[in-house]
């Protein structure tokens, strides 16, 4: 079992920048996938980006050059730097820790942090 709980959202305008964090309970944090998830009002939850227990990482187009993810396996958190944001990198973020497991995905969700980019 694992517990995930974000933090660093808020209110940013346009062009600044927010450093999402989110840490992990539980074991095993070494072997997991970590993603970061948002889900805009109205919108379907995206994939942001996500960084595997070898350090392969993926972004969406969208946030190419702007956003990096990382890993400190030590302290058990993932993180999103977020840079030169914009109105529309709104959304509630989500954190996500995903393992196969004797051939099935386990997947675990955080509650979600609001960011808001507005002037």
């Known amino acids: 079992q694992v517990q995930l709980v974000e933090s660093g959202g808020g209110l940013v305008r346009p062009g600044g920048s927010l450093r999402l964090s989110c840490a992990a309970s539980?074991?095993?944090?070494?072997?997991?996938?970590l993603g970061w998830y948002r889900q805009a009002p109205g919108k379907q939850r995206e994939l942001v980006a996500t960084i595997t227990s070898s350090y392969t990482i993926t972004y969406v187009n969208s946030v190419k050059g702007r956003f990096t993810i990382s890993r400190d396996n030590a302290k058990n958190t993932v993180y999103l730097q977020m840079n030169n944001l914009k109105p529309e990198d709104t959304a509630v973020y989500y954190c996500?820790?995903?393992?196969?497991?004797?051939?099935?995905?386990?997947?675990?969700w955080g509650q979600g942090t609001q960011v808001t980019v507005s002037s």
């Open positions: 996500n820790a995903m393992r196969v497991i004797a051939g099935a995905k386990v997947n675990y």
């Open positions: 539980g074991s095993g944090f070494s072997l997991y996938v």
